[in-house]
Structure formats: C-alpha cells, structure tokens
C-alpha cells in the first residue's frame, strides 16, 4: 500500500508563488510517475504536472511535463531519498484555484495526464488565489 499527504496549500494573492509537497510512504518502486492534478468547485480534476522518477523516459520530454495553462509558471521537483515531490507555483492566478492532488502511478505509462492512469492519490490541498 502506498500512502500520499500533500501540504502546503494556503490562501495567496495573484502573482504570488507557492509550493506545495507530497510526502509518500509504504510501498517502493524503482519506476513511477508522481502527478499533480487540480480540482475546482464543479469541474471535473485536471491534469497539472508530472514526474517520471527512477526511469529513463520513453520520449524525449516524458521525464517532467506541464498542462499548458501551467507551463512556464509551475515547475515540479522530487526527492526520492525522501519520498517527497514539490509543486513549484509562481505567478498564480485566481483560476489557479482548487484542490491539489498529488498522485502516483506505478506501471511506467508513459506520459501520464489522466486521472485514470493513477494508482494512489493523496487527499488533497486546497490552493485559494485571490484577485
């Protein structure tokens, strides 16, 4: 069994920046995918930012990838000695608000942007960005 705890949500203002992280514990791998989805009142979870961890990637760009409304604000990290994966947000927007998730999926799909492709979620933090 696989355990996932995100932390770090908050309320911040727009332009700000904010990083949250993803402890997990349990289960090891020697190849997974840590991602970060979103989810905002009434709409469905979103795809954010993953990381391929303890693998070379199937494609070139498949080792740390983006959704295109977060590219080049979000950045993604991981440390594996501590089990630990951070989102990195700057330049928030109020549309950046929402619960985050942090998500592992364990079989090596390749670029991994579907809620469905995962194997363990956390619980979620929420983001508020306010205008």
């Known amino acids: 069994q696989v355990q996932l705890v995100e932390s770090g949500g908050g309320l911040v203002q727009t332009g700000d920046s904010l990083t949250l992280s993803c402890k997990f514990s349990g289960r090891t791998f020697s190849t997974y995918t840590m991602g970060w989805f979103r989810q905002a009142p009434g709409k469905d979870r979103e795809f954010v930012a993953a990381?391929?961890?303890?693998?070379?990637?199937?494609?070139?760009?498949?080792?740390?990838y983006f959704s295109d409304f977060v590219k080049g604000r979000f950045t993604v990290s991981g440390d594996n000695s501590k089990r630990m994966v951070y989102l990195e947000m700057s330049n928030l927007k109020p549309e950046d608000s929402g619960v985050y998730f942090c998500?592992?999926?364990?079989?090596?799909?390749?670029?991994?942007?579907?809620?469905?492709?995962?194997?363990?979620w956390g619980q979620g933090t929420q983001v508020t960005v306010s205008s």
């Open positions: 990381l391929l961890i303890g693998g070379a990637p199937l494609r070139d760009g498949d080792e740390m």
């Open positions: 998500a592992l999926e364990k079989d090596f799909l390749g670029r991994a942007t579907h809620d469905y492709m995962y194997d363990y």
